[in-house]
């Protein structure tokens, strides 16, 4: 997904401003599964003795999901969708805040037992969020580190302290840096409506809370940890050292060094006076804070160690990393156990009791035993070996192939997730993607219902893309990446409404032959079709009880939207209406946008209430939604010449150049040759019949050639008609080509199309 920068560092830019754009993410699955790598877990146990416990993930695919969890097994009881980019880590604040951050920029504050809201988005940030780091005792204290050295310390009761309705606006203009309604445009036909549920209303810090600022970091920060109480704060990063702080006043304690690459992992004892790094140097170091020096090291892995967790007491260390492995060290004695072997890289882990839940790359997540309570139970299994003090030691080892063998076997249980798409490739016809994941699976997707097509299994990629190979050009409308392990479609306004295709094409029933429609306008409109229904809901009801119409504002703002709008002659109001695309609601799709204040959002579709406005999305996606309006464009139109083929004796129709809509068919031209013919009229002088003008700017008119037939009034002509080919640089086109592909495939030229008929006998 691109890089979503902060919401401030725009505001003095003189260059002329982007319009926002509006992504729609696919899902071919039930909600109850991630799609990408698991970045982070949180454990919430329950107060009471029978009461049930959950698991927070989590995922790459910008959502968090909590899991019910029975005694070998999970169940999704809720998804967490706000983010819009990856989400890198989550804890637990108090008794039922879950506090997360993302690569988005922001922090999100959850209620840990809700259906999913974002009640809070805290941006100071400004560039991805990778690490947090919470007090046990202390449930207000979140610390949050990132790229750029960035580390903040917050007050979560004073950073979501309820704002009254009358500072909404405020809160908004704060959080963004910039003025609201310098960003914003008013568009026709919306209307106010009253509720307490829209995505920018109380999502946002307050105004004038700024958090505590750790300055001292010069490179990026990726690990964070917190003493019980919140008086000690340790980070670390690519500047290979361990910082202390005071997080109640953002100064520098200490700094510590030893590792001798990027450090991604901390932990705090409960009273801050002992410290676990892991770093990419693949070595655990034991730190004496009091002492301000290492202790102890371990060199227990053979690559980077990513994720440690320990025991309640501190005396043992849980660990993974690039290894694919799972390690349990005494810290005291230094002996070593290997647990588990993965077959993903380990993200992180979260100590449940006696057992461990392991996050790794892959979007599942397992639970391996781990006796937490007493580990030395599984240190009487033997197998175990002695940790040495330097990094190359436990390397060597692996490579004379005396790697131990591992404890346990197979996990507890597994929630499983859905394979992460990892490649993909738009075909030709630009509304078919092809994508391929981390199962081999290949399936055939079409974005402008969101759904899958085809499912060809574990096949080979690059064949099939070949075997599903179209001679045909349209225009690139949208961009896909898979960032977040699903199909993520990004619509930039003007380009994405560069396509049209024939409603016949579309197998669009009741329209006339030569029927248009804009792809990207009738995308939109089907994924805010719910939207629309809700929207008019709302309108109706507030209408029928306050029995009045449109107030003046609204007026205003309908003639600002037609000034901005209509100011260019060439913008867009088809009259025609179409049906839009219909999207699943069975796994609907989930819309990233920015309105003109909060920032970037992420809902599904089906959960947009018709409270969204002009704050919500962006000023084009509601012309066109509303209005049925599209902006202005490039020129859709292709010239060509159109000549006699040489040494033919055929008649010449034309002199000037030709302008026709870039998908007219070539059988349209063969048509207007014919009649052309018949009609005896080899050459134009005026546009006498509405068809053609020759030279600059002739228009190849759909009365007479895209039809096929001409204006009522014209005689019929008693001469058979002659059968013709068209064709470009000596070859015969095919009928069904449209100029657009004959431009790409056949021309392969810069200057203007040129082509050729003649007449065929004997047919």
């Given at each position: 997904m691109h890089r979503v920068g902060s919401a401030g560092n725009n505001s003095n830019s003189s260059r002329p401003r982007k319009e926002k754009r509006l992504t729609y993410v696919l899902n071919d699955s039930d909600d109850t599964k991630h799609s990408a790598g698991i970045n982070c877990l949180a454990v919430l146990k329950s107060s009471v003795s029978d009461g049930c416990n959950y698991l927070f993930t989590g995922s790459r695919d910008g959502t968090l999901k909590r899991w019910a969890l029975a005694e070998d097994a999970a169940t999704c009881s809720a998804t967490f969708e706000s983010h819009v980019d990856w989400v890198n880590d989550t804890v637990i604040a108090g008794e039922n805040t879950l506090v997360s951050c993302s690569s988005d920029t922001t922090l999100k504050i959850w209620n840990c037992l809700s259906d999913g809201t974002c009640t809070r988005t805290l941006r100071q940030h400004s560039d991805y969020v990778t690490c947090l780091a919470a007090a046990e005792r202390n449930e207000n204290v979140v610390a949050s580190g990132g790229l750029g050295g960035e580390v903040f310390v917050w007050d979560i009761e004073a950073a979501v302290t309820p704002l009254s309705k009358s500072s909404d606006v405020m809160e908004d203009d704060f959080s963004n840096g910039i003025n609201g309604s310098a960003n914003s445009l008013p568009v026709s036909s919306l209307r106010p409506i009253s509720s307490n549920n829209s995505i920018t209303a109380h999502t946002t810090q307050c105004p004038g809370y700024v958090p505590i600022a750790a300055k001292g970091h010069k490179e990026s920060v990726y690990a964070l940890a917190m003493n019980d109480n919140g008086s000690l704060l340790v980070s670390g990063g690519t500047e290979k050292v361990v910082r202390g702080w005071d997080p109640r006043t953002g100064s520098k304690t200490m700094k510590l060094r030893g590792h001798t690459d990027n450090v991604?992992?901390?932990?705090?004892?409960?009273?801050?006076?002992?410290?676990?790094?892991?770093?990419?140097?693949?070595?655990?170091?034991?730190?004496?804070?009091?002492?301000?020096?290492?202790?102890?090291?371990?060199?227990?892995?053979t690559d980077s160690v990513w994720a440690l967790a320990s025991t309640p007491t501190f005396t043992h260390v849980y660990s993974g990393g690039r290894d694919l492995s799972l390690y349990l060290t005494d810290l005291t004695t230094r002996e070593s156990l290997l647990l588990c072997t993965k077959e993903h890289p380990v993200l992180q882990l979260a100590l449940h009791d006696d057992s461990i839940w392991v996050a790794t790359t892959d979007s599942s997540v397992h639970r391996w035993p781990a006796e937490g309570r007493n580990p030395q139970k599984v240190f009487q299994r033997g197998g175990s070996f002695l940790a040495g003090n330097l990094s190359f030691s436990r390397a060597r080892v692996s490579l004379e192939g005396s790697t131990p063998a591992a404890v346990y076997k197979e996990p507890i249980f597994s929630i499983p997730g859905t394979p992460a798409i990892v490649q993909h490739e738009i075909l030709n016809n630009r509304r078919h993607v092809l994508t391929k994941d981390t199962a081999g699976s290949v399936k055939l997707w079409e974005i402008t219902r969101g759904v899958v097509v085809e499912d060809y299994g574990q096949v080979s990629f690059d064949e099939k893309k070949q075997e599903l190979f179209e001679m045909v050009s349209i225009p690139a409308w949208f961009t896909v990446d898979t960032r977040l392990g699903s199909l993520s479609v990004h619509l930039d306004t003007p380009q994405c409404f560069s396509a049209e295709m024939y409603s016949v094409d579309l197998n669009i029933t009741g329209k006339p032959e030569d029927d248009k429609v804009n792809l990207a306008r009738e995308t939109v409109k089907g994924l805010l079709a719910h939207w629309m229904t809700k929207r008019r809901q709302r309108l109706g009801s507030q209408a029928s009880a306050n029995g009045d119409v449109l107030s003046g504002k609204d007026?205003?703002?309908?003639?600002?939207?037609?000034?901005?709008?209509?100011?260019?002659?060439?913008?867009?109001?088809?009259?025609?209406?179409?049906?839009?695309?219909?999207?699943?609601?069975?796994?609907?799709?989930?819309?990233?946008?920015?309105?003109?204040?909060?920032?970037?959002?992420?809902?599904?579709?089906?959960?947009?209430?018709?409270?969204?406005?002009?704050?919500?999305?962006?000023?084009?996606?509601?012309?066109?939604?509303?209005?049925?309006?599209?902006?202005?464009?490039?020129?859709?139109?292709?010239?060509?010449?159109?000549?006699?083929?040489?040494?033919?004796?055929?008649?010449?129709?034309?002199?000037?150049?030709?302008?026709?809509?870039?998908?007219?068919r070539i059988n349209k031209v063969v048509n207007y040759v014919v009649e052309k013919m018949v009609l005896d009229k080899p050459i134009d002088t005026g546009n006498t019949d509405g068809s053609l003008a020759p030279g600059h700017g002739g228009q190849l008119q759909h009365s007479a050639v895209v039809d096929g037939s001409f204006k009522s009034g014209l005689k019929p002509w008693p001469k058979p008609r002659p059968s013709v080919e068209i064709l470009c640089n000596n070859q015969v086109l095919s009928t069904d080509m449209s100029l657009a592909t004959v431009r790409a495939y056949i021309w392969k030229k810069p200057e203007d199309l040129v082509l050729n008929y003649r007449v065929v006998q004997g047919r």
């Open positions: 991604r992992a901390l932990l705090l004892d409960s009273t801050g006076r002992y410290c676990l790094s892991g770093s990419s140097d693949s070595m655990i170091r034991l730190w004496d804070l009091g002492l301000q020096r290492c202790v102890h090291s371990y060199a227990v892995h007026n205003t703002a309908r003639s600002l939207a037609h000034s901005r709008i209509e100011v260019d002659g060439n913008a867009e109001n088809d009259s025609m209406v179409h049906p839009p695309f219909e999207f699943s609601m069975v796994s609907p799709p989930s819309i990233i946008s920015e309105g003109s204040q909060g920032g970037h959002w992420r809902k599904k579709i089906t959960e947009l209430d018709g409270t969204e406005d002009e704050k919500d999305f962006p000023w084009w996606v509601l012309d066109c939604v509303l209005n049925n309006r599209l902006p202005p464009r490039e020129n859709t139109k292709c010239s060509f010449y159109l000549h006699p083929c040489e040494g033919t004796a055929v008649q010449i129709l034309t002199q000037g150049k030709l302008s026709a809509p870039r998908i007219l």
